[in-house]
C-alpha cells in the first residue's frame, strides 16, 4: 500500500504532481502543500500549516484563475482510473452524496445552495470510491461538487424532471465522470437506497454498467411469473420477502448514527430470483416505458437482539445471482458500502474539510479537493490498523525505523508486561499503537480503532518525530 510508504513528499508528488496549473511554480506549491497536509491532516488550515509562509502560499495558490477543483484532484483521478484499468479481479465503486456545511462562513455561504431544510448553505458533495472486495481502497475515482438550486414557486413537475441540475441525476453525473469499465474488467457501482429510481437503472442498463443496489421503493413486477408462497405477488418487496432461503450466513453491520449504535455481526437467510421491474406509470426523470430484467437478492436477518433494529436489504443486481456462491458474493459486495460513509467521516472528522474560511467559492472548492484526495490516501491507514494481513508484515517494512522505535517506546514498553522490541512490531501494532496514542485502549474486546483516535495518534506521533528529528540533527552538528 503506497500510503504505508510514510514518504509524504513521495505521496504528494503521486497525487499532485501532474496537475494542470498554467505554471511550474503552482504545481510546486500544490505538491508542498499536499506534503505538509499529510504530515499534519487534523485542524484547521493554520493548524495544518502553521509556518506563515506555507499558509500564505496555499491562499496565493488558490487565487490563481488556472486553480480549480477540476484540476487540483484530476492527477489522483487519472492515478485510480489507471489502478482501476489494470486490475485484474473485481473493483467496486460505492457512490454517496455527503452535505459540507459552510452556513457559518458569511463571507462564502451566499454563493453555495441550500442543504438540509433549506435553512443551511453548502455543497452536496457526491463521492465515488473505488475499492477491490477485500475492501482496499484504491482512492477516489470521482467527486462532484453540487450547488442544490431555489425551485420557483411556479415550476412544473414537467419543469423540474427535465431541469440538468437535477439532485437525483448526481449518480449518473457520477458515473459519467468515472466512465466505463474495459473489456473483460468487472467494476460494479455500489449503491444505497438514494440511487433507487427507475432512471439510474435504465442508465446502467443502457450503458452497460453493472450495480448492485439497495431498493427503497416497492416497484411492480411485470409479467405473471412473481409466484409467491401462497399468491401471486405484484410487487417488488413482497416478492422478495416470500422467496425461499437460499442460504445462511453471518454478514458484518456497521455502527449507525443513533448514539450508543456499535458495530456487530448478523445472521441473515439470504434468497434471490431473477424478476422483472415494470416501468413506472408516472415516471421521474427521464426514462422509457421499457421493463427491466434484472435480480433480486433479499436479505434479512434471523433473531435479532431485542435492542437493535433488524436487518432487512432488498438489493437489485444485474449480474447473475445463480448459485449461493454468487448471492453470498453479492451481499458481500454491498456490504462494502460503508467504506464510503467512513471516507466523509474522514473528510470531516479528519480532515476538518468544513473548516476553511474564504471570500469566494472559487478558492475554497480547490482546498476541498486537496483535502478530499488526501481523505481518499489516508483512508488506507485505517485499513492497515484492522487488515488482519498486516499482522505478517514487519512494520519496518513499510514505515520509517524511526516512527517505529518511537511507537515501541511509548506504547509497547511496559514494566509490568512484556514489552516488545520495535524490530518486533507488525505494520497492524504500529497502527494500533497510532491509535493508542490518539486514545484507543486495544483492549480484547474494543472494536478496531475509529479515525478520531487515528487522528489524534498521528498527530501526537508526529510532534514525536519532529522532536526526535531535531534531537537527533543537533547531534550530528
Not at 36 to 42: Q, R, T, V
Not at 218 to 247: M, V
Not at 258 to 286: E, F, H, N, W, Y
Not at 404 to 417: E, L
Amino acid at each position: 500500500m503506497e500510503a504505508l510508504a510514510a514518504d509524504w513528499a513521495r505521496l504528494s508528488r503521486l497525487h499532485f504532481d501532474l496537475a494542470s496549473l498554467g505554471d511550474e511554480r503552482r504545481s510546486k506549491r500544490l505538491v508542498k502543500t499536499a506534503e505538509l497536509i499529510f504530515k499534519s491532516p487534523a485542524g484547521s488550515l493554520p493548524d495544518k500549516l502553521p509556518d506563515w509562509a506555507d499558509l500564505t502560499g496555499l491562499y496565493r495558490l488558490v487565487a490563481a484563475e488556472q486553480v480549480t477543483h477540476a484540476a487540483v484532484i484530476q492527477p489522483h483521478l487519472k492515478r485510480t482510473l489507471d489502478q482501476m484499468r489494470r486490475s485484474a479481479g473485481v473493483v467496486l465503486l460505492p457512490h454517496d452524496t455527503t452535505e459540507l456545511d459552510f452556513t457559518g462562513h458569511e463571507e462564502v455561504a451566499g454563493e453555495l445552495g441550500q442543504i438540509g431544510n433549506g435553512g443551511g448553505r453548502g455543497y452536496l458533495c457526491h463521492n465515488t470510491l473505488a475499492i477491490t472486495p477485500d475492501k482496499r481502497v484504491i482512492g477516489l475515482a470521482s467527486q462532484i461538487l453540487h450547488h442544490r438550486r431555489k425551485v420557483g414557486k411556479n415550476e412544473t413537475a414537467r419543469q423540474k424532471r427535465e431541469h440538468p441540475d437535477r439532485e437525483s441525476r448526481l449518480w449518473i453525473r457520477g458515473c459519467e465522470q468515472v466512465g466505463p469499465a474495459p473489456q473483460g474488467v468487472l467494476w460494479v457501482d455500489i449503491c444505497d437506497r438514494g440511487s433507487d429510481s427507475f432512471e439510474f437503472l435504465e442508465y446502467e442498463h443502457t450503458h452497460q454498467r453493472s450495480y448492485v443496489i439497495r431498493s427503497s421503493k416497492d416497484r411492480s413486477l411485470d409479467g405473471e411469473d412473481h409466484l409467491g408462497s401462497d399468491r401471486i405477488h405484484c410487487t417488488l418487496h413482497g416478492y422478495a420477502r416470500d422467496l425461499p432461503t437460499l442460504l445462511t450466513r453471518q454478514v458484518e453491520v456497521a455502527a449507525s448514527t443513533k448514539k450508543g449504535s456499535k458495530a456487530r455481526r448478523a445472521t441473515v437467510r439470504i434468497a434471490c430470483a431473477p424478476i422483472t421491474l415494470a416501468a413506472p406509470k408516472q415516471p421521474r426523470g427521464q426514462c422509457s416505458r421499457s421493463s427491466l430484467p434484472l435480480w433480486v437478492i433479499h436479505v434479512a436477518e434471523i433473531n435479532p437482539p431485542s435492542d437493535v433494529a433488524p436487518l432487512e436489504w432488498v438489493l437489485l443486481s444485474n449480474v447473475p445471482v445463480e448459485t449461493p456462491q454468487q448471492a453470498a458474493e453479492r451481499v458481500d459486495w454491498y456490504n462494502c458500502r460503508p467504506i464510503i460513509e467512513d471516507y466523509h467521516k474522514g473528510q470531516k472528522t479528519g480532515l476538518g474539510i468544513e473548516l476553511p474560511q474564504f471570500e469566494s467559492a472559487d478558492r475554497l472548492e480547490p482546498v476541498i479537493g486537496i483535502l478530499s484526495v488526501v481523505a481518499a490516501v489516508l483512508l488506507q491507514l485505517r485499513h492497515a490498523a484492522r487488515d488482519p494481513e498486516s499482522e505478517h508484515v514487519a512494520a519496518t517494512e513499510r514505515v520509517p525505523e524511526l516512527w517505529v522505535k518511537i511507537i515501541a517506546a511509548k506504547v509497547y514498553t511496559h514494566p509490568r508486561k512484556q514489552s516488545k522490541k520495535f524490530d518486533e512490531l507488525s505494520v497492524k501494532e504500529f497502527f494500533v499503537g497510532v491509535a493508542c496514542l490518539g486514545g484507543h485502549l486495544a483492549r480484547k474486546n474494543d472494536g478496531p480503532p475509529g479515525w478520531q483516535t487515528l487522528w489524534r495518534g498521528w498527530r501526537k506521533l508526529h510532534l514525536m518525530i519532529e522532536g526526535a528529528e531535531a534531537a537527533l540533527a543537533e547531534k550530528c552538528v
